[in-house]
């Protein structure tokens, strides 16, 4: 398969890719936006005829463009077919792959074969498809090689937009979180020294509120049948009711907020780390100065945290498509 290039033409949400090399239009794809940038990601491909490559592209705010990385088509292909086997709820046909893939079916076929006869996919006596066993080899071992205080750590030592800010990661243990990482910075460390193993109320915390927002109201109001515990500011948090307010919004928004709650004279926002399961197993924070953050400032911070906790979950296994 020949190398080249391919040019994109913006249309509104919509991105035409046109191979270079056989003037084709190979594949469409969609602008996924997030707080700074578009993802394009390919929605069909069948590139049977075509002697050109595809890949991902960026599309930043300033409407430059990333190099494309370049994408082998079969392994790709392979990937989106095993993708949408596990999200299917009836396991699906070859027919039904092809069709909801918009791949060949003869290609579609070779995948699937190959697939299996790596135990990546099992042929079911009905011939439908469900995953294979050779996937729980792979699931193990990204679960021994995991650990989300050491990707915290691996994130952190590269960050670049957030010079100086206190950031913390944290667990849930019933209605505390407990801090397993922070790095604190000379500003807030007078106020707060946030250390790992300290146990702060999850009502009151950036973190805590997004570990709570998963869970419906009826289990908030359950961990806190005996009430609320005592306010450590005129700010926190004081009646369940106010809470179940607070982890709507939370939900709403995507992102927590403790506006004085813990310690008065900081904020911070969060974010929830997801695992495999799209469920919140850490939260990440970030705390400054109340009286040093504007509304561009507030922006700028919680893009960043959303991006982080993104980053993290995506390293711990959660699907974020």
């Not at 990937?79 to 046909?93: A, F, G, M, Q, Y």
Request: charged fraction near 20%.
């Amino acid at each position: 398969m020949l190398s080249s290039q391919t040019a994109l033409e913006l249309q509104r949400k919509d991105v035409r890719c046109v191979c270079q090399t056989c003037k084709g239009s190979c594949f469409l794809a969609i602008v996924q936006h997030t707080e700074h940038n578009s993802m394009i990601r390919t929605l069909s491909t069948d590139l049977s005829d075509c002697q050109g490559t595809f890949g991902w592209q960026w599309v930043f705010s300033g409407g430059t463009m990333a190099q494309a990385t370049k994408l082998v088509p079969a392994v790709e292909r392979a990937t989106r077919i095993l993708d949408h086997v596990s999200r299917c709820r009836v396991h699906p046909t070859l027919s039904d792959l092809a069709r909801e893939l918009e791949l060949a079916k003869s290609t579609t076929h070779t995948l699937c074969q190959t697939l299996v006869e790596l135990n990546l996919l099992i042929r079911r006596s009905d011939q439908t498809y469900q995953l294979g066993p050779h996937l729980m080899r792979w699931s193990n071992a990204f679960n021994r090689q995991s650990d989300v205080a050491t990707e915290f750590a691996s994130i952190w030592d590269k960050e670049t937009e957030l010079p100086g800010a206190t950031i913390t990661l944290t667990v849930l243990e019933g209605s505390e979180v407990v801090y397993i990482a922070a790095r604190n910075s000379a500003v807030s460390h007078s106020l707060v020294d946030f250390r790992a193993g300290m146990r702060l109320p999850a009502a009151f915390t950036a973190t805590g509120k997004s570990f709570l927002s998963y869970m419906s109201d009826f289990e908030v109001k359950k961990l806190y049948a005996n009430g609320l515990p005592e306010a450590r500011t005129p700010h926190s948090v004081q009646s369940i009711d106010e809470l179940l307010k607070e982890l709507a919004e939370t939900r709403k928004r995507g992102y927590s907020v403790d506006n004085q709650q813990v310690a008065e004279g900081i904020v911070c926002f969060g974010a929830s780390v997801l695992d495999s399961r799209n469920m919140p197993i850490a939260g990440v924070a970030v705390s400054v100065l109340a009286e040093d953050i504007d509304d561009e400032d507030r922006e700028r911070i919680i893009a960043n945290i959303k991006r982080i906790a993104s980053s993290l979950s995506i390293r711990m296994g959660a699907d974020l498509g």
